[in-house]
Nanobody, 116 residues
Framework: QVDLVESGGGLVQAGGSLSLSCAASGTLFRLNAAGWYRQAPGKQRELDASITSGDRTNYADSVKGRFTISRDNAKNTVYLQMNSLEPEDTAVYYC??????????WGQGTQVTVSS
């Protein structure tokens, strides 16, 4: 079993920045790939950014140049730095990790609200 704890959400004005963290803990697991997703009210959950075990990253077009995903393997933690936030970025943000045994785990979600 792997537990994920997200932190860093909150309220910010348009143009501001937030940094999200997702810390994974558990026994006998190794962090493989990870991703950050968002879910706005009434919408489906969608992928914003992903990172592979080799640190290859991929971003949705809507966040390219504004969001940066990174990881610290020693801490089993994945980060999402969000800059130039827009009201349209308002959503609950979830992290998902995949282990080397291909098990997937989701964080509990953290609210990000961007005011205009």
């Amino acid at each position: 079993q792997v537990d994920l704890v997200e932190s860093g959400g909150g309220l910010v004005q348009a143009g501001g920045s937030l940094s999200l963290s997702c810390a994974a803990s558990g026994t006998l697991f190794r962090l493989n790939a990870a991703g950050w997703y968002r879910q706005a009210p009434g919408k489906q959950r969608e992928l914003d950014a992903s990172i592979t075990s080799g640190d290859r990253t991929n971003y949705a077009d809507s966040v390219k140049g504004r969001f940066t995903i990174s990881r610290d393997n020693a801490k089993n933690t994945v980060y999402l730095q969000m800059n130039s936030l827009e009201p349209e970025d308002t959503a609950v943000y979830y992290c998902k990790i995949t282990t080397y045994t291909w098990a997937e785990y989701w964080g509990q979600g953290t609210q990000v609200t961007v005011s205009s």
